[in-house]
């Protein structure tokens, strides 16, 4: 009995017999003879490298995937323990490699290695025909990398800066710019790696070089072109049916070089150009007009404000760009004009009910004295303290330190003590003198020695500060008047105490020819309690005046 029955099999309709079995077995040797073949292969490569491989110069060849992965373990480690010496700038820093992020990836130098499985033919023929000089896979952490160079990069990087022109002189001048640096993180973690495989400890930081967005050329084509034609000359600027002048000094500082798309563009700083603007704009017709406090006699009354146009500092500025970008007599350009209200309208000044004297001090004096007063009283003469507002001596009246300024700080301080005004800052006087009563005087010396004042009360108070006429004579007599206008609030009672705490002046002698004799001035201690009411209500502030002495001198 057979296993396989023949049959007949036909080809080209020719009548053939074939036996299976032939196949069959055909098939089974030849599967046989391969399996051979890949156990020899296997008995001959093994679970082995090739023969003459090496790791970054670390022989491996012949060896078991295990062995091979100790012995690269022993030898490639080492190189990340110590530091790398990273130069960049023209300056050396020092960088751990393993901080960094550089790690070797054992497992995948030794795929790469065998160049398959040990069934693989092609490993088989790998080790039939030598391995190849390998460098090790490295891995970096990109994050770690940038954390570690951070410090360097600080002290590396720069912002470029763009070349500019300024009209800060009221003529176009440049600055040249300078390109920036900035570190090739990138680049720089391909050289870390390879300097970890080259066994090297030394690696040149990889820097990028970043251009301003305003090169030279750039500035300089700006400067000789647009910057020139824009102080070129002045600009008259149409504002309703008036025209206003501006020179090239009033608005060529206000003038701006500002980077752009192209390179620079022309711009204004508004509010600059507004301010430097106020002389030419103040000349124009149709202004407005402040309320303000004139004098008949000893009556207040008040002069009436009126409203009136100006022009925007938004439109100004955009006129004046018109007109500096044309030449010749056509640097002329229209503003819109905008109605303006007066800073100080009638309505608000008698809301303020400024209607008779509330507080005065009056001092004489002699006119060239070195306590002068008449100057600096024409500063403080008109000021308006408007209810909630607080004053400040230094800076709206001034003083260089001369004793001017504290005489007229005195007068002022005595006439708001007695308006009941608030005083939050008040210095007295170091050394006595008997021109203000003790207590009353004050110093004012910049920057810090000031006299302020606040208004509480619902009503304004106007300070009239003024001198009496003048004699013929210079070395004639005259006075000093501050006063306090408003509506009274308060009702002002002083309490003062006597001295105390005295210290009497030393002699001092001196024999110098040049010698001035001078006498003393006793040192005291001395308090004064205001008492403020109003309707109802009462509180007292007590205020501590300390006078050091001044040494009496006698000449011999």
């Not at 050396?92 to 040990?118: E, K, N, V």
């Not at 760009?321 to 056509?330: D, H, I, P, Q």
């Not at 408003?486 to 002083?494: I, L, Q």
């Amino acid at each position: 009995m057979r296993l396989w029955p023949r049959r007949k099999v036909y080809l080209d309709d020719l009548p053939k017999t074939h036996d299976l079995r032939f196949g069959v077995i055909f098939v089974v040797g030849v599967a046989a003879v391969i399996g051979a073949l890949y156990g020899v292969g296997y008995l001959v490569a093994g679970n082995k490298l090739p023969a003459g491989t090496t790791v970054a110069e670390v022989d491996v060849g012949g060896m078991s995937p295990d062995r091979a992965r100790t012995v690269l373990q022993e030898k490639l480690a080492p190189r990340l323990e110590g530091s790398i010496e990273v130069s960049a700038g023209g300056k050396t820093y020092a960088i751990d490699p393993q901080r960094a992020g550089l790690t070797f990836d054992i497992d995948a130098t030794l795929d790469q290695a065998l160049g398959g499985s040990p069934w693989d033919p092609r490993h088989m023929l790998h080790v039939l025909t030598g391995g190849d000089s390998l460098d090790p896979v490295v891995d970096l952490d990109s994050a770690a990398l940038v954390a570690s160079l951070h410090k360097v990069a600080q002290h590396v990087e720069r912002r470029p800066v763009d070349s500019r022109v300024s009209f800060g002189s009221g003529q176009p001048k440049m600055s040249i710019g300078r390109a920036g640096r900035a570190v090739d993180y990138q680049s720089s973690g391909e050289r870390f790696k390879q300097a970890i495989i080259a066994g090297d400890d030394r690696v040149s930081l990889a820097i990028d070089t970043i251009q301003p967005h305003v090169t030279v050329g750039m500035a300089t084509r700006f400067q000789e072109t647009v910057a020139r034609e824009a102080v070129a000359g002045p600009v008259q600027i149409k504002v309703a049916d008036s025209v206003m002048t501006l020179t090239v000094r009033q608005f060529a500082p206000a003038l701006q070089a500002l980077p752009g798309t192209q390179g620079l563009r022309l711009s204004v700083d508004q509010a600059k150009l507004f301010e430097r603007a106020r002389p030419a704009m103040k000349q124009l017709p149709h202004r407005p007009v402040n309320a303000r406090i004139s004098f008949r006699g000893d009556r207040p009354v008040i002069v009436p404000g009126s409203s009136g146009v100006t022009v925007a500092p938004g439109d100004l500025a955009k006129a004046v760009l018109e007109a500096v970008g044309s030449r010749g007599a056509k640097r002329v350009a229209r503003a819109t004009p905008t109605a303006d209200n007066p800073r100080l309208s009638t309505g608000d000044l008698r809301l303020m009910r400024i209607s008779q004297q509330i507080s005065a001090s009056t001092v004489r004096f002699r006119a060239g004295d070195r306590t002068d007063p008449t100057t600096t009283l024409r500063r403080l003469d008109g000021v308006l303290v408007r209810p909630g507002q607080t004053f400040s001596f230094l800076h709206r009246v001034g003083s260089n330190g001369s004793p001017a300024g504290s005489f007229v700080a005195s007068m002022a301080y005595d006439a708001a003590f007695y308006a009941g005004l608030d005083i939050p800052m008040h210095t007295n006087a170091r050394i006595y003198s008997d021109t203000f009563a003790p207590g009353f005087d004050a110093q004012v010396e910049p920057p810090g020695t000031d006299l302020v004042f606040a208004n509480t009360s619902p009503y304004g108070v106007y300070i009239r500060a003024y001198v009496d006429a003048v004699g013929r004579k210079s070395s004639s007599a005259r006075t000093a008047h501050v006063e306090m206008w408003s509506t009274p609030y308060w009702t002002v009672r002083a309490l003062t105490s006597s001295r105390y705490n005295v210290v009497q002046p030393q002699i001092v002698t001196n024999t110098r020819k040049s010698c001035v004799p001078r006498d003393g001035v006793a040192g005291f201690e001395y308090d004064v309690t205001r008492v403020l009411k109003q309707g109802g209500h009462k509180r007292t502030e007590r205020t501590h005046a300390t006078y050091v002495p001044l040494d009496r001198v006698r000449c011999r």
